[in-house]
């Protein structure tokens, strides 16, 4: 019902900004939670950030707080991830996904995209 596209990935070096942006098909998109979440080699993936259907509720992970901005265009049915000031740390696949609730789990979101590599270097 729902698909989802990534783009804005690449090869950075630590300190530079960048943004993500996933366009989504489908004819609810408005009614759907819309988060971020990444995976590293070796690693869990984990939630980054998520924007309620309207925007009006956000959500950061801690490690993220101040230098990610989560945003939204419903009538362009897109989602962005700005990245500013990032790390090595940062390194990892980031994946857009879709739920009905506010959720933070990443088994609880019902569409994902194909995800984005970003790499950040020293």
């Known amino acids: 019902q729902v698909q989802l596209v990534e783009s804005g990935g690449g090869l950075v070096q630590a300190g530079d900004s960048l943004r993500l942006s996933c366009a989504a098909s489908?004819?609810?998109?408005?009614?759907?939670?819309m988060s971020w979440f990444r995976q590293a080699p070796g690693k869990e993936r984990e939630f980054v950030a998520g924007?309620?259907?309207?925007?009006?509720?956000?959500w950061y992970l801690d490690s993220v707080k101040g230098r990610f901005t989560i945003s939204r265009d419903n009538a362009k049915k897109t989602v962005y991830l700005q990245m500013n000031s990032v790390k090595p740390e940062d390194t990892a696949v980031y994946y857009c996904?879709?739920?009905?609730?506010?959720?933070?789990?990443?088994?609880?979101?019902?569409?994902w995209g194909q995800g984005t590599q970003v790499t950040v270097s020293s």
């Open positions: 489908g004819r609810t998109f408005s009614s759907y939670t």
């Open positions: 996904a879709a739920a009905s609730g506010g959720y933070s789990e990443a088994r609880l979101y019902e569409y």
């Open positions: 924007i309620s259907r309207s925007g009006g509720s956000i």
